[in-house]
C-alpha cells in the first residue's frame, strides 16, 4: 500500500553564498539544529510530450535521504501537494502510473529529466525539542534525458511545514527571508524549472476563454469541469472522501450544459460525447449511490430508540453494505481503467480544443443564456406540475424522479449563466437547489424503501427479526409524504423575475 504524504512548503531563489537569516527570530522556534546532509538523486518521469509537468504532476524515483522510493506528487492548492510514495524499484509502480493514467492514456511513461542536489538539511524545533519545519539549502545540477537536452545548474532553499504544524510559521519565515533579501522562487519545482532551462517546457495550458460571448462563458464553464473530472479521477482512485460525488458531479454538469446551450455549441457534435458522459456518470453512480445509501441507513438506525432494535440489524447493515460497495468500488476502477473512458477523455480533449461553436456562440452572452436558462425553468414547472397531479404511488415517484432531473439541469444552467446574467441567475439556481433538495430526498427515500426490503428478507431467511427494518419502512413512507407536501411551496419559491426578455 503506497503512503501519502501532505506536503506544504515553499521555495526560495538562492545562490551558494545566500545567507539564511536567523530564524530563531520566528515566534515559536526555539533554535535551529543541524539535521546533516544528503546526497539526492532523482529522474523524473513523464510522457514524450510532458502530459503530466503541464498539469503540474510529477513522478519521479529517488535514491539518497531518508524517503528514498519513487514519488508521485498531486497538487492541491498553492504550495500544497499530496506525495504518494511507493517502495524503490526499476519500473514504475502500477499503483502511481493507475493514479496519472487519466493524464497519460496511451502514452507511456519515460525518463525526461534528472536531477541530483546536495542537501544540506536544518530543522526549525521549538522549546521541546519538536520538529516544526524543515529548512533546506540545495545545490542543484539538473540533466535533460530526452533527445536535445541541456543541463543546468542553481541555487535553492526550501522550507516544508512539519506534519500537523501551523503553516502561519511559514508566513513568519517568509518576512524574515524577504527582509534578508531572499524571494519566492519563481518555478513551482525543480522539474519544472528543470525543463524550461534544458529545453522544450511543456506546452502552456490555455486559459479562460473571454466572457464578452455566450460562446466564452459556455466553454470556460465547460473546460472547468473537464480539468475537476481529471482531477477527480486519481482522488476517486485513491478513495477520497466524495470524490466520487464530485467527479459525477462534473460529468453531470458538462452533460447539462451541451443540453440546455444548444444554440452555443452543434448537439450533433456534443450529444455523442454528452451519451458517453451519461453512460459515466451511471457508472460512478454505482459507488456513489451505495455510500449515499448505507450512510441513510446507517443514521436512521442510531436514530432509534433502543426497544425498536430487534436483532443484529447494524451488522446486518454493515455485512449487507460491505458485499455491495466491495463490488461497486471494483466497478468503478474497472471503469475508469477500460477503454471506452479514457476513449471519451480523448473525445472531450479534442471538443474543446475544437468546438462545434454555433452563430449564437459569438452573440452577447445575457439574451442567449437567459434563453436557455428560462426554457429549462419552463420544462421543471410542467414536469413538476406533472408530479403533483397524479395520485401518491410508483407513476408519482417517477414523475417527481423525473422532475428533480430537470430541477438539476436548470440550475446548472443557471449557475452557469450567473457571471453574465448577476443576481437574478443566483437567486433562480439558489431557490432551484432547494427544490432540488426535496427532490433528491423524496427519490433516496424511494431508494432506501426497495433497499429495507431486501435487509428484511435476508434477515428473514437468517432467522432474525425483521421488524427494525418494518419500522425504517414506515418511516420512509413517512418522509416521502412529508417531502411531498413540501413541494408545492419549495416551487413557489422559484422566480424567473428579471430574466425575462
Known sequence: MAETKREIERKYEATTGTRVPDLTKVRGVSRVRDAGRAELDAVYYDTPDLRLAAHSLTL?????????GWHLKLPVAPGVRD????????????GLAGLVRARTRGGGLVPVVRV?????????VDEDGAVLAELSTDTVHTERLTEGGGTADWAE???????????????AVDKRFRKAGIHPAAAPSKLARALEETGTAPPARP?????????????GHLRAQ???LLDYDAAVRRDQPDSVHQMRVATRRMRSAFRSYGRVLDR???????????????????????????????AALEALPRPLLQGPVRGRLRRWSGARRSG???RTLKVLDSARYLALLDRLEALLADPPLRGAAAKDPGGVLAEAVLKDHARVASRVEHALSLEPGRERDLALHDARKAAKRARYAAELARPALGRPAKRLARSLKRVQDVLGDHQDGVVAREALKDLAQQAHAAGEPSFTWGVLYAREETAAADRERELPEAWAGVSVKGLET
Open 60 to 68: 519521479r524515483r529517488r535514491t539518497g535521504g531518508d524517503d528514498a
Open 328 to 330: 461497486s468500488r471494483g
Open 83 to 94: 506525495e504518494i510514495r511507493a517502495p524503490l524499484g526499476d519500473e514504475v509502480p502500477s
Open 226 to 228: 473537464a480539468d475537476a
Open 157 to 171: 532553499i526550501e522550507i516544508e511545514l512539519a506534519d500537523g504544524g501551523d503553516p502561519a510559521l511559514l508566513d
Open 268 to 298: 450533433t457534435v456534443t450529444d455523442p460525447v454528452g451519451e458517453e458522459l451519461r453512460w459515466l456518470a451511471a457508472e460512478l453512480g454505482v459507488d456513489r449511490d451505495q455510500e449515499v445509501l448505507t450512510e441513510r441507513l446507517r
Open 116 to 124: 541530483r542536489s546536495s542537501r544540506h538539511v536544518h530543522h526549525l
Open 207 to 219: 486559459g479562460p476563454p473571454a466572457r464578452d460571448t455566450a460562446g466564452g462563458h459556455v466553454l
